[in-house]
Every structure is written in C-alpha cells, then in structure tokens.
C-alpha cells in the first residue's frame, strides 16, 4: 500500500514489558528473535526500524502534553501503549501520520489507493480528523456490522462517518488531533487516578477509547470509505486454529475473497473462514 504513496515507514517496536490482558492473551517472543525477523523481511531497506525507549523524564513532559498532567502512565490496563501512540505525534512535523498496528490484514484493489483517497478527503474536508479503508468486505446494501457503535452515511462524500475511534490503524491529519489537546485521561475505575498521585501506577482506560471521548466532543469525524476497492479486518482470536489458517487467509484478501458471513465485519470470523478454505480446498 505504502508503495502508491510517498510514505516514510518505520516500524516500531514497543521495548516495555508486556503487561495487563495482551500479555497473557499472546505468546511473546524474544526481543532478539523479533529483531532478526524484521531484519529477514527487510533485505531491500524498505522501512526503517526503532524502538521505543522509555525514561521517566520522556514520559512525564511526553503525557504533560498530552493530559496537561505529567503522568507516569505509559500503557493502558490492557497493555496497549499510551505513551508510543501520542509520542509519534511530538517526533515529526509531517501533516499525516499513517498508523497500523502489525496485525492487522488489508485488501487493496490493485489501481487504487485508500491511503492516497484519504489524503485528498483530508486536504478537501476540513471537518474530518482520520480516515479508514471500510471495515469488513462490502455488503451488497452497504451497511456494516458495527454492534452499538452508531454512525452515519454520507452519500454525497461517501463515507461513513463516526464519532469514536480506533488505534488499530487510521491516517490522521497531525494538526487536528493536536487540537484536540490536552485530552482528558480516562481511569478503570475512581481509585486508580489517587493510586496515580500516591503511587504513580494508577490504571488508565486505552488510549483509543480517550481520543474518542476527544473525538466526540469536537466537531471532526472519524471517516471509514465507502468504496469496495478497500477494506480491512482484525484478527480477534489468536488461537493455533487462526495462525494454521493465517497464510490462506492472507491469500484470499490478496485476491478480494472471502467467506459470505464475513461482509459487513471488521473483525475476523474465524469458523467462517475455516469453512470458506476447507471448501474452496475441494
């Protein structure tokens, strides 16, 4: 994707320990393994490669920004970074940041680009703070399998808009989100901002889920794409069944299949899916 466009890619590793409901839901490897993986994939020095340190002076001036308070907060109580997802803001001066979490699967028709369509609706619209490739394969009535989360339908610009957000990828306009600031932290529960004075280790709510109180409250949208040249899924279960699957997987989005059940949602459908191998297999 990153090809069509003019990108500067850097991948970067969270060097923290894993902490909270991600560290025990997936296997983590060595630092050094990781390492030499990104280094076997990257024979052609197509993106460059970082990691994220951390020292408490960084950390406090980094969340002073960000929260207008200098908490030592610097994951959520899940462990997904709080501190690495606005820090990314502060080290670059580029008016788009484009963001993905690694595990996320992308189909992209081939002369056609989401990340480019995203550019041009940011520079055109000045109500929109980040754009997404639709979530899910198209639906024949366009609609999506979004749960409880509302959105509505713009026709005329075709995009769906929404009032929350996701970290899991989105290329946002930098000055927009920095307008947003300082955001205001979210906790787990009342105690954890009094542990945060006393202690220093008080349980924030994901970062995600403090941009879309942001979000929410200013007067930009979230816009996923209505076109079905793009669109993308999650991968929710981490099973051995899904890894086992993963490489078909994989092929079908390259080739824009997919099982029926799958139209309309954002995250993976993995029985479905094991069904749509095991026949297309026959």
Same mark, same amino acid.
């Given at each position: ?50 990691? =994220? ?6 950390? +406090? ?27 990314? *803001? ?10 993905? &979490?690694? $595990?996320?699967?992308?189909?992209? +028709? ?5 990340? =480019? ?23 024949? &009535? %366009? ?10 339908? &713009? ?21 927009? *989100?920095?307008? !947003? ?16 004075? !006393? ?13 879309? %109180? ?9 816009? &996923? ?7 993308? !899924? ?16 994989? $092929? ?23 069904? *749509?191998? +095991?026949?297309?297999?026959?």
């Amino acid at each position: 994707m990153c090809k069509k466009v003019s990108c500067e890619i850097t991948v970067m590793i969270d060097t923290a320990k894993p902490t909270g409901a991600l560290s025990k839901l997936n296997h983590q490897y060595s630092l050094e393994h990781l390492k030499s993986t990104l280094t076997s994939l990257n024979k052609n020095k197509e993106f460059r490669v970082r990691q =994220q340190e951390y020292d408490n002076k960084s950390i +406090q001036n980094i969340n002073r920004i960000q929260f207008s308070s200098p908490y030592f907060a610097t994951h959520c109580f899940r462990g997904y970074p709080i501190y690495g997802s606005f820090k990314q *803001f502060n080290d670059t001066n580029s008016k788009f940041i484009l963001h993905l &979490d690694s $595990d996320m699967l992308f189909y992209e +028709q081939p002369d056609f680009s989401w990340i =480019q369509e995203g550019v041009r609706i940011l520079e055109k619209y000045d109500d929109v703070l980040c754009v997404l490739p639709r979530g899910g394969p198209p639906k024949k &009535d %366009n609609s999506l399998n979004q749960g409880t989360t509302n959105y509505e339908v &713009d026709h005329e610009r075709e995009l769906y808009l929404f009032k929350n957000f996701t970290s899991r990828h989105y290329l946002i306009h930098r000055e927009r *989100f920095l307008s !947003l600031l300082p955001m205001t932290p979210l906790w787990l529960s009342w105690r954890e901002p009094i542990k945060n004075k !006393l202690h220093g280790n008080g349980k924030m709510l994901c970062w995600e889920s403090i941009v879309g %109180n942001s979000l929410e409250k200013s007067p930009f949208w979230r816009a &996923d794409l209505m076109t079905e040249k793009a669109w993308s !899924l999650h991968p929710g279960d981490r099973s051995k069944k899904f890894y086992d699957l993963l490489p078909k997987i994989i $092929d079908c989005v390259n080739r824009n299949e997919f099982p029926v059940d799958q139209k309309g949602h954002f995250d993976i459908i993995l029985e479905e899916w094991e069904s *749509f191998i +095991q026949d297309a297999s026959r």
